[in-house]
């Protein structure tokens, strides 16, 4: 029986040292811990915290809100652009649309009395030429009706053509020049619109108020970060691999991992650092080239890392 014993202790002893390094490192089992990428979440616009909507801790969705900046001088000067909108659609639809019905007719009188003249001055330079066979009419008499008749005719034409224009509406180059001041008008406003839509924020993705870094009241500088997230996404698996294992191990390739006070996770390789680091600092040998580790990040699924939480200890395994 104390034979059996010893052959028994003996085996697991051999067991074990088929698992382990010299280190006492397990085979195909790393050290690591688990590690955030933050995200800082700013406004382009500077202005007076009115409204902090998260504290510290908290779990946020995409779209929830964070917090607001005075919005008083963007909402005023969008106000202003669009009354310069307002003008300048007014201006391109009066281009477009012609004289007005009032401003039409007064055109159309004017070419009837001047249209009258003609007829009248016409009839008396044709009855005039008549008469000057007989010397009743001098050639100076004539030559006046003549030159009256060619005025008369070309202030009608004259009426003729501004009735015609004032029924077309400005033109294409004035209507064209109204168009581009309305868009680059519109395009003002858009920015404006924009500007004041900047000083509302959101959450970008889901994850966790890590911070806040303001109080209501305070004044925010442009790009200043006021809250700080750490994604769901974002939330990852970090341990080395000593450099006689680095091939053993693929993106892609899934872990398991182990948590104190939780079961075991799983999360996929998405990251290898193809530069190796040494801790402690040694001599390169082959013999000691076990201390020299390469950096290895794993990504959970977000369902699994809304639960998870930065600075953790982790064990992970690779699995097979």
């Given at each position: ?10 085996t697991?002893?051999?067991l ?62 969008l ?20 004289l007005?019905?009032?401003e ?6 004017q ?26 009419v ?7 009706l003549r030159?009256?008749?060619d ?32 868009l ?45 997230l ?11 691999v ?10 892609g ?32 040998s ?16 977000p369902?699994?890392?809304?639960d ?13």
């Amino acid at each position: 029986m104390k034979f059996a014993g010893l052959c028994l202790a003996g085996t697991l002893a051999a067991l074990l040292a088929g698992c382990t390094d010299k280190s006492g490192h397990k085979d195909g089992v790393y050290q690591g811990y688990l590690d955030g990428r933050f995200l800082g979440v700013a406004s382009p616009q500077e202005g007076q915290l009115v409204a902090l909507n998260v504290q510290r801790g908290d779990r946020v969705e995409a779209g929830a809100p964070l917090f607001a900046l005075d919005p008083q001088p963007e909402a005023d000067e969008l106000r202003e652009e669009e009354q310069h909108v307002a003008s300048a659609q007014a201006h391109v639809d009066d281009l477009r649309k012609g004289l007005r019905d009032t401003e039409l007719a007064a055109l159309d009188a004017q070419l009837k009395a001047d249209q009258a003249l003609l007829d009248q001055t016409k009839a008396e330079w044709e009855r005039n030429q008549k008469l000057q066979s007989g010397n009743f009419v001098s050639q100076n008499d004539l030559d006046r009706l003549r030159y009256a008749t060619d005025q008369h005719t070309a202030e009608t034409q004259r009426d003729v053509n501004q009735l015609e224009t004032g029924k077309l509406g400005a033109r294409t180059d004035q209507i064209s020049q109204a168009a581009a001041d309305l868009l680059a008008a519109e395009a003002l406003r858009d920015h404006t619109q924009w500007m004041l839509d900047q000083k509302k924020q959101t959450a970008p993705v889901a994850g966790w108020v890590q911070d806040t870094l303001f109080r209501t009241g305070e004044r925010i500088a442009p790009g200043q970060s006021v809250v700080v997230l750490l994604p769901s996404s974002e939330l990852r698996a970090l341990f080395y691999v000593p450099e006689p294992e680095i091939n053993r191990v693929k993106l892609g390739q899934n872990l398991t991992v182990k948590l104190d006070g939780r079961d075991p996770v799983t999360a996929r390789i998405s990251f290898i650092s193809n530069q190796v680091e040494f801790t402690p600092p040694v001599i390169y040998s082959e013999s000691q080239n076990y201390k020299y580790v390469f950096r290895v990040e794993a990504d959970f699924d977000p369902q699994v890392a809304r639960d998870l939480h930065a600075g953790q200890p982790a064990e992970v395994s690779l699995q097979p």
